[in-house]
């Protein structure tokens, strides 16, 4: 593969950072990963909104004007086949002396990439999840590179044959190791609300627009754990994830929740393979 970083396009074999860069010290980064759909990207604009944002959240000083560009190129570089594919992009505070501190003169390092993803066919994917305590930090809203306690969560469940863990704070779910959550009761769907408790997807987005249009009831509210016997589908979001309905739900050792994918799930998943396709 080719990669960008910094200032150049070149084979990530000769792509290389010094061991004082922050984001190997400190994981000192951010970082977005942006869908291709046959070739075409989708909510660009949002991804480097969000980009934007989680730069001024970690008071990092980097010029995005261009990312929208790189991205670009990036897919029409790749050599492999152009039908689906996705950008990588990090962007760390650079590279200083290993202190706390955080000095003032310090360029970012950005590195990019495109890569295949599979995104056709997900809609019969069902996904068998786990769930367990949240123990992330308190700034899950920045998409920081820092994913120690995701990697985590997700190794848990799937050494344990699952596909996803979901996560509860305080008795309510937040989100997935990489994926929002949404909950279907009574025609009524469910979502964390944004803030610091969970990363504001761009998926959650696009699906919260459609359940407008479709006339579909949104309460933007933490579901409780409690909650789940009540509950007639869950679904899962994110940029390769798409959406994903979940058919299991199983809690130290206990299976709370079990369904085939449910009517609000499919015709989410048919309204967005439309905008999609
Ligand atoms: N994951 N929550 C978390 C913790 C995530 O890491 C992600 C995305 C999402 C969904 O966000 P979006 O719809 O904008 O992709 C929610 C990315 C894709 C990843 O880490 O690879």
């Known amino acids: 593969v080719e990669v960008y970083l910094n200032d150049q396009w070149m084979p990530s074999q000769e792509a290389t950072v010094s061991v004082f860069d922050r ?54 570089r790749s050599t492999f086949s152009k039908e689906d594919a996705a950008v990588y992009l990090q962007i760390s505070r650079g590279m200083a002396p290993r202190s706390h501190f955080i000095p003032q003169e310090i360029k970012p390092t ?16 069902h996904w068998k999840v786990m769930a367990s305590e949240d123990f992330r930090w308190h700034r899950c809203d920045i998409k920081s590179t820092a994913l ?7 190794d848990a469940a799937l050494s344990a044959g699952y596909d996803e863990n979901l996560l509860f704070r305080n008795g309510h779910f937040t989100e997935g190791s990489h ?13 964390h609300p944004e ?31 409690s909650g789940l016997k009540e509950v007639d589908e869950i679904f899962l979001t994110g940029t390769t994830t798409q959406i ?15 369904s085939q994918k449910g009517e609000i799930t499919a015709r989410l998943q048919e309204e967005f393979v439309k905008r999609t396709r």
Do not use: W
Not at 34 to 59: S, W
Not at 148 to 154: G, I, R, V, Y
Not at 244 to 258: D, H, L, N, Q, R
């Open 23 to 76: 984001s190997f010290m400190f994981a000192d980064g951010i970082y977005e990963v942006t869908p291709f759909y046959n070739g075409k990207p989708f909510r660009i604009e949002d991804h480097v909104a969000r980009v934007k944002y989680c730069l001024q959240q970690m008071n990092i000083d980097f010029d995005i004007s261009a990312l929208h560009d790189f991205m670009l190129e990036a897919v029409e």
């Open 110 to 125: 950005l590195l990019l990439y495109a890569f295949q993803v599979n995104l056709a066919d997900f809609e019969d994917r």
């Open 179 to 191: 994926t929002t959550i949404f909950f279907v009761k009574n025609k009524t769907v469910y979502t």
């Open 244 to 258: 994903a309905p979940v058919s299991s739900v199983t809690i130290e050792g206990k299976e709370m929740f079990a």
């Open 195 to 225: 803030g610091r408790q969970i990363l504001s997807g761009i998926t959650r987005k696009v699906v919260l627009e459609l359940c407008r249009d479709l006339d579909i009831v949104v309460k933007e509210e933490a579901f409780p754990v």
């Open 148 to 154: 120690l306690a995701n990697t985590m969560a997700n």
